[in-house]
């Protein structure tokens, strides 16, 4: 079968055929729904490899803040993209790597930069963006590309009110929800200290309310007492242990930079009852929790976020699949120093980059 015969059978246009096939613009999408049943009816498959070498070469961006800390979030959010993207390397594509950097007050500015910039560059196919925050500066700035036409999906976090492609994210809620239940197991009646992140993440915020959500429901005798974010390490660090009192049971944050400084905070206060739960497998955090520092690490996945997005974006631009869903969620576990060993080395990735993985 042959695109010719489809044409013949179809009475659609070998034009219109290949612009339903390759998710070209100028038909409705009744017609590219039409002309697809019947391409799949047919039993037509498409050479990718071929229709790659006779077009000009894909250009695909990732934009998300640069990595400082081998096997921290953002470098295996990173490191996902990466391998997601070798999959498909000989199919005439390029991926630009653009990283923003700075102080927490910086970064939105320069993300926005680099945003601002994509947008006025010609031939940009598709972009990876991983936002500093859901803020409205960086909500505008992504926006400007989704009306431009390019297929943009988010990995960590969503914007509501968006047309992007798709978003890949944790599950927020169950997160949070995760951190309270463990917490209200391990931890006597007393005040859970909550080091918050950055206030204009919504997924930071949607921990943080499920937590305090679940511990104001079932966690009988605890109570959260939220510490805002300095957005530095050893400010953050003082107002914990200004906060220290004999009723301080436990530590936690929704921000995975923070995980350091509720360790330093517990450390400092000589405390040894206090339980301390963290996030991020940076491997900082792995010795914290070797130590006993820690009692528990939630491992937020970010290394399948970035693979799971790249593949998306992919299969969208050279396969004509769209995601199932707006909205795509990795798993999240549970650390502990017993099963801490299965997640070293290139198990910590939580998937085979060979292999095809279906997220529920």
Known sequence: MTLKDISKATGYSLASIHRAIYNKEGLSPE???????????????????????KRKTMNIAFVGKRPHVTMDYHHMLAEGVKAAFSQDSGMNIALHECF?????????????????????????????????????KIHLAVQKLVGKGVPVVLADDAFDDMDFLCAVEPFNDLVGKTGAEFMTLVCKPGKILVALGNASSAGQKENYENFKAYIDERGK????????????????????????????VGLYTVCESNTPAICKAAMRSGRKDLKVLGC?????????????????????????????????????LLKNIRPRDT???????LVLRSNLPFFEGERSAGISVATRVSVG
């Open 280 to 316: 991020d497998m940076r491997p900082e955090n792995r010795q914290y929790l070797q130590d006993g520092v820690l009692c528990g690490l939630l491992d937020m996945n970010s290394y399948m976020q970035g693979f799971l997005a790249m593949r998306v974006l992919l299969d969208y």
């Open 100 to 136: 923003f950097d700075g102080n927490p007050e910086e970064m939105e500015a320069e993300e926005c930069h680099l945003l601002d910039q994509l947008y006025e560059r010609d031939g940009l196919d598709g972009v990876v963006v991983m936002p500093i925050n859901t803020g409205m």
């Open 327 to 333: 909205v795509l969620s990795v798993p999240v576990n």
């Open 221 to 248: 005798s605890l109570f959260c007492i939220p510490v805002p974010d300095p957005y530095d390490e050893r400010t953050l660090i003082e107002r914990l242990l200004s906060e220290m009192d004999d009723q301080v």
């Open 31 to 53: 017609t590219r729904g039409k002309i697809l049943a019947a391409v799949k009816a047919s039993g037509y498959e498409i050479n990718y490899m071929a229709s790659s070498l």
